[in-house]
């Protein structure tokens, strides 16, 4: 079955760090750009970060350039996003999303939620 | 970058009712826009792509049209599982990839 299943969010203080993962499965997860895309509380979709299929390509927003890490391990199926010096206003459901063949986002993972506050 | 304009932000109809909702886009996008449909506490699900192409096991109520700045998508005919945010979302000049703020069809 394809899918896909985001973990490791949770609450961090201010200035605090994170680590997101998405496990991929039922389909060759090394063929695939792969994105990470957010949801602030009651707000509409924000694409923030991609990467490649062999990783070796990535972009992200300004508002998370410099701060937040993509990578993945096609070995694992994992794809990872390593947040640091997190703001408030980073606070949102983190969603990954697969590039499909025609390059829209055909496969999304369920979210996992990540919420910044002191 | 692109900015996507929906309209309208919330769409106040019945079930059998036929739904219209607008993407515009700042500049010209061919016809590399999407659409996604996502109900409460769920992700996004593509419904449309390219503009007019239906995704695998969308039905045919949905429907996508429009180039160029100006798209529309219609649900012909709502069906209670039709209630839900829809989004428009472009790769014409990305990155970065952008998405329009959303609209509400609530019955």
């Known amino acids: 079955q394809v899918h896909l299943v985001e973990s490791g969010g949770g609450l961090v203080k201010p200035g605090g760090s994170l680590r997101l993962s998405c496990a991929a499965s039922?389909?060759?997860?090394?063929?695939?750009?792969m994105s990470w895309i957010r949801q602030a509380p009651g707000k509409g979709l924000e694409w923030i970060s991609y990467i490649s299929g062999g990783g070796g390509s990535t972009y992200y927003v300004d508002s998370v350039r410099g701060r937040f890490t993509i990578s993945r391990d096609n070995a694992k199926k994992s794809l990872d996003l390593q947040m640091d010096s997190l703001r408030v206003d980073d606070t949102a459901v983190y969603y990954c999303?697969?590039?499909?063949?025609?390059?829209?986002?055909?496969?999304w993972g369920p979210g996992t939620l990540v919420t910044v506050s002191s | 970058e692109i900015v996507l304009t929906q309209s309208p932000a919330t769409l106040s109809l019945s079930p059998g009712d036929r739904a219209t909702l607008s993407c515009r886009a700042s500049q010209s996008l061919s016809r590399y826009l999407a659409w996604y449909q996502q109900k409460p506490g769920q992700a996004p699900r593509l419904l449309i792509y390219?503009?007019?192409n239906r995704a695998t096991g969308i039905p045919d109520r949905f429907s996508g049209s429009g180039s160029g700045t100006d798209f529309t998508l219609t649900i012909s005919s709502l069906e209670p599982e039709d209630f839900a945010v829809y989004y428009c979302q472009q790769r014409s000049n990305w990155p970065p990839l952008t998405f329009g703020g959303g609209t509400k069809v609530e019955i």
């Open positions: 999303a697969r590039e499909g063949e025609l390059g829209w986002f055909d496969l």
């Open positions: 390219d503009a007019s």
């Open positions: 039922g389909f060759m997860f090394h063929d695939y750009y």
